[in-house]
């Protein structure tokens, strides 16, 4: 899915600029873990302003 290194910029870019803006429709709830490009500053910030509820996992989740 991507030629190059996921990085917060493009994390933000491609990933919810591009994918979760756009479906966010009736309540949905953004699930993703603390990898680096999920929890640097500049990504908080584009969800704080896009209004996207997150939902975090611990570090050492399992899913069964």
């Known amino acids: ?3 190059q290194t996921v990085n917060a ?3 933000e ?3 919810l600029a591009d994918v979760v803006v756009p479906s966010m429709h009736g309540g949905c709830i ?3 873990d603390r ?3 999920h929890t640097e500053r500049v990504t ?3 969800i704080a302003q896009n209004n ?3 939902s975090e996992w ?3 989740s399992v899913v069964v």
């Open 44 to 46: 908080q910030q584009f």
């Open 52 to 54: 996207i509820t997150v």
């Open 13 to 15: 870019n491609q990933v």
């Open 35 to 37: 990898a680096r490009p």
């Open 58 to 60: 611990a570090a050492m």
């Open 1 to 3: 899915m991507f030629d």
């Open 9 to 11: 910029n493009v994390y």
């Open 30 to 32: 953004l699930q993703h």
